[in-house]
């Protein structure tokens, strides 16, 4: 008996596309269909899972389940005789345009298309009461609120103010394009009717309310599934960028430190059981048993272990970073294990082979040559991008959209890369902070801070604190230096900054990719001259081809509506936003080095060629 044959698909993204920018609640553009992307009920299985408990725990506890999986997206499928696997998709949205304008003269710039919907369509054509076929394309309006629901505008409503029976007479609507440049104020939406049209650009305007309020629906969860919202409806453009954004959390596969601590206090535990201070616990660090057991623990990490035993083992919830950071300040020369099937691998460069005057506030530079990043979306956002906070914890306030009536796994991909670790001396950077004059800028970066606190009210959002602004914007020059040399495009260099007065410093350069083209040795060769890179980083900083606007930037200034800028434009500092942690906020290259508006306050202020 011979197989069915499976229907092709209509469309193929990749798999990091999905998790990253098309995930479930997306609006999709496909040869010859504009869908909106199912949730995870209606994916197919066929992903494999990805094992990062670190990641996997904290998730669980974010969206308060039992039990959490990562699975990856599901791929196309070889073998010609297994189940057909894929995402289903939603046609969205169900009001088309058609392709034929109404007749007009040659020397008119305006044109009228009619307003259809899709249960008009008869096989994807629209017929007109003259029985002639018309092409149409889907509408690029849609309607959506701040809580990510989204739906099709009620039209008839718009266009006459409120209810009408024009709707029940299926009178003819018409989009009106009068003018070329198809700015909303061109665009006219009109009723056959004769008594009622309405310029699109009212719909724009959220304090209106032209197109009511939200009723709360949920398509990509499937047809009819709402729930209780009430929010301002709010016009959305179907292909504009704030259409959607995937709220996702990132880790990086380490070592794992807390086994490390465990052995070394195992191993001096008849000297530790009755230690009950860090005072204590340092004075029998002077006992040669105990301090060769603890080498390369801090005395922090020694206690924290102590008091754990002492609580019973009820192990506190470590920060995204911190746990990072913490492992990737603790070795002394080698990290992880150097197998080309490894997750993590990382060698410090000795520090004869770097330091140079500029580097004199830098404790160590580490290379990594193997790392292992796994991503996974949580949900989305419309409109605003909820980017993770300074400690890579997902911001709590957020109005997350969920990708499942209930969520029991969550799209995720790993990708394999290298990189380079900065670690900063922590009392230089204290120090730095301290300074009166960096405070002063403090206060100005902070002004910003909260004038975009007023126009974003509901966000938990908390200044950063000077010590990540400066390695924020030290990272974005060091990447635009990296990415002339290194072999791959800028955007394809990611940053991690860890800014944790109770840790450390640091800034790690990386990249990574779901195939080996992120372990091709770019930024090992990078590292291996970091000082260099970073010295003309330093040097292109000073000067931006847009001073003096850029430098004397005032971060509370209305007029140029860059509240979280201070020194920063796309002359300097900004980078593609796939780089950045995010989203090209909390920028101020006055606090890396001298500028033409702020010449003393920055933290590289010593260089020499």
């Known amino acids: 008996m011979s197989r069915k044959r499976e229907a092709k698909p209509h469309g193929e993204i990749r798999q990091s596309q999905v998790v990253m920018t098309f995930g479930p609640g997306a609006m999709v553009d496909l040869p010859d269909h504009s869908v909106l992307v199912a949730g995870l009920d209606y994916w197919s299985k066929g992903g494999d899972e990805i094992i990062e408990p670190r990641l996997t725990d904290k998730l669980a506890r974010l969206l308060d389940v039992p039990t959490l999986r990562l699975i990856t997206p599901p791929t196309e499928q ?80 718009f266009v006459h103010g409120g209810d009408n029976d024009c709707a029940a007479k299926h009178r003819q609507l018409w989009i009106d394009e009068r003018g070329t440049s198809g700015d909303l104020t061109e665009v006219w939406i009109r009723c056959e009717c004769g008594n009622a049209e309405r310029s699109m650009a009212q719909a724009a305007k959220t304090q209106d309310r032209a197109l009511g309020h939200c009723d709360g629906s949920r398509p990509w969860l499937g047809p009819s599934t709402k729930e209780q919202c009430g929010e301002p409806n709010r016009l959305l453009i179907r292909t504009a960028s704030n259409a959607y954004f995937p709220q996702k ?108 005057r500029w580097m004199e506030d830098i404790e160590r530079v580490v290379l990594v040559h193997r790392l292992r990043e796994v991503v996974a979306q949580v949900g989305f956002t419309r409109f605003e991008a909820a980017a993770p906070d300074i400690e890579g914890e997902l911001e709590m306030g957020v109005r997350r959209a969920t990708l499942a009536r209930e ?159 201070g020194a920063a434009c796309h002359g300097c500092l900004l980078i593609a936003e796939t780089s950045c942690e995010q989203h090209n906020e909390f920028l101020d290259r006055a606090l890396v080095v001298p500028t033409v508006d702020n010449p003393g306050i920055g933290f590289f202020q010593a260089r020499q060629a």
Request: hydrophobic share 35%; net charge negative.
């Open 407 to 565: 969520v029991s796994w969550l799209p995720a991909v790993e990708n394999k890369g290298e990189g380079v670790f900065i670690h900063f001396k922590t009392e230089a950077v204290d120090r730095w902070v301290s300074r009166e004059d960096v405070q002063a800028r403090g206060r100005q970066l902070d002004a910003g801070f909260e004038c975009w606190s007023e126009e974003h009210q509901g966000s938990h959002r908390v200044f950063p604190g000077l010590a990540y602004f400066m390695l924020h914007s030290f990272s974005h020059m060091l990447i635009t230096s990296v990415a002339l040399e290194c072999g791959y495009p800028a955007s394809s260099i990611r940053e991690r900054i860890y800014a944790l007065p109770d840790i450390g410093y640091g800034v790690l350069l990386y990249t990574g990719t779901s195939d080996s083209e992120g372990t091709l040795g770019g930024l090992i060769q990078v590292g291996r001259r970091i000082h260099e890179y970073i010295h003309n980083a330093l040097e292109l900083g000073e000067l931006c081809s847009n001073d003096p606007v850029c430098a004397q930037h005032l971060p509370e200034s209305a007029h140029e509506h860059r509240f979280l800028h």
């Open 249 to 356: 959390l990132t880790v990086i596969s380490l070592p794992d430190r807390d086994q490390t601590v465990k052995q070394a206090i195992d191993a001096a535990w008849v000297f530790l059981e009755a230690v009950e201070t860090i005072e204590e616990l340092q004075y029998e660090r002077k006992k040669p048993k105990v301090k060769a057991a603890l080498d390369g623990l801090t005395d922090q990490e020694a206690f924290a272990e102590i008091d754990l035993r002492r609580r019973g083992g009820i192990k506190e919830d470590k920060k995204v970073k911190a746990a990072e950071l913490e492992t990737l300040i603790a070795s002394k020369e080698e990290l992880g294990d150097d197998r080309p099937n490894g997750n993590f691998f990382a060698r410090a460069l000795p520090r004869t082979a770097w330091e140079r």
């Open 78 to 157: 070889e073998d010609p005789t297994a189940p057909a696997t894929g995402i289903d998709c939603f046609q969205f949205p169900e009001w088309f345009i058609t392709q034929n304008s109404e007749s007009s003269s040659a020397e008119s710039s305006s044109r009228s298309r009619m307003l259809v919907h899709r249960k008009a369509l008869t096989r994807g054509e629209f017929i007109d009461r003259s029985r002639k076929k018309q092409a149409v394309v889907p509408i690029r309006f849609v309607r959506a609120c701040r809580c990510g629901h989204i739906g099709d505008i009620n039209w008839y409503a």
